[in-house]
């Protein structure tokens, strides 16, 4: 059996990784050891390690004994560990779910159910970076991938509403943090009949723009508020968050596809999982809308049509219904007055799922069969 190395298994997209792992029974088919960057030589959590102690995480030499690293550290980690790993000559797989390598020509960004045959083109050549893509960018992708590989799709406009949790552990421990002030501020209100909404509304809106609210991590309210804003600020009107929707999009996706342009913005909002994305998608060509749903809904397993009425929309196409769930929902398809060829679609899937750890699980899998 293959010797698989686990870095950053304990953090959030690690911790969403190994429940998977578990899940599935993946570890049966593997020699599992854990490393550790802060508590080196304790002993492991997980039984069926291998080794009963928590590895050194820096050690190259033991790391070099692995035929599969499997890191969730985050790119600070890579970019100090895998160089020098790969100069003391070790030719194994890593795994990556940081986006570091994303970009670069000896990796590949794996999301299986789209480019399969990327990566076993890939693997052929001799590639040995596997990399996790953006979570909007995978979301959307197989939201829509009946219609991809039916290669209708012109452009892709998504303005995306991303949870706290994207931002990592802590933005969701300020989320909650300031959701609680804001309650806090008219709590001994709220059941009061007579007490004017507008009075608590001047209240909660003090609050929120008071010095005292938390936001040591996202530097500005995200309760009863949001950020049109996530990542870099590229120079250019853009930031990093949006380019990568279109240049991740297309490395993805390969020559096995169209070209396809993505654009749109970024939001931050006050929901603690799941990514929704609001997508305006030109079509190549005219189509039903029958059609169009069919296409949706028979391009993969996981994604969950949602006819375009209210009820079943308000129940069934949110954060709070999809939250950890592999499935995508996929809903509000309808034609838009722009012209026959184009429709909307609103999409909502968890993104420590299918957006972080499930491709990666995937493609642990594959290289464990290969």
């Known amino acids: 059996m293959k010797k698989v190395g686990f870095i950053g ?13 578990e899940e599935e029974s993946n570890y049966k088919d593997i020699e599992s050891f854990f490393f550790s960057t802060s508590q080196v030589g304790q002993a492991c959590p997980k039984e069926y390690a291998k080794d009963p102690i928590l590895l050194d995480a820096s ?32 030719n194994g797989h890593w795994i990556d779910a940081a986006s570091e390598l994303r970009m670069n020509d000896d990796a590949v960004i794996v999301l299986d159910p ?6 076993e ?8 970076n596997w990399v996790g893509g953006n979570c909007t960018v995978s979301l959307m992708l ?19 509403y991303q949870a706290a949790s994207g931002a990592g552990a802590e933005n969701m421990r300020e989320l909650l943090l300031q959701m609680g002030q804001l309650h806090s501020s008219v709590e001994g209100k709220l059941n009061i009949k007579n007490v004017n909404i507008l009075d608590l509304d001047k209240e909660v809106q003090g609050t929120i723009n008071s010095k005292n609210l938390s936001t040591d991590y996202f530097k500005v309210p995200l309760a009863g508020s949001l950020i049109p804003w996530i990542d870099d600020d590229l120079g250019d009107g853009n930031s990093r968050e949006e380019w990568k929707g279109g240049t991740e999009t297309n490395k993805i996706l390969g020559s096995e596809f169209n070209s396809i342009n ?34 949706i809904s028979s391009g993969n397993s ?15 196409l949110s954060p709070a219904a999809v939250s950890g769930k592999l499935e995508i929902a996929v809903g509000r398809v309808k034609k838009l007055n722009f012209g026959d060829n184009y429709i909307s679609v609103f999409t909502v899937g968890d993104q420590l799922l299918w957006g972080a750890a499930e491709p990666i699980r995937r493609m642990l899998k594959i290289l464990v069969n290969k």
């Open 142 to 160: 197989l939201a829509i991938q009946g219609l991809i590989s039916e290669g209708v799709v012109e452009w892709v406009s998504s303005m995306t």
């Open 9 to 21: 298994w304990r953090g959030m997209v690690g911790s969403v990784l190994m429940q998977r792992i």
């Open 59 to 90: 050690d190259i030499y033991v790391l070099s004994k692995m035929d599969i690293i499997l890191s969730c550290q985050g790119s600070g980690y890579t970019k100090k560990i895998l160089k020098p790993l790969r100069k003391s000559g070790w």
């Open 302 to 316: 996981w994604v969950k049509l949602i006819p375009n009425v209210k009820d079943l929309s308000m129940k069934e």
């Open 114 to 119: 789209i480019n399969q045959k990327s990566i």
């Open 262 to 295: 993505v654009d749109g913005i970024c939001v931050r909002t006050g929901v603690m999982r799941s990514h929704s994305q609001a997508l305006t998608i030109k079509l190549n060509q005219s189509l039903s809308l029958e059609s169009i749903n069919d296409l």
């Open 121 to 128: 083109k890939a693997f052929d050549k001799g590639i040995k």
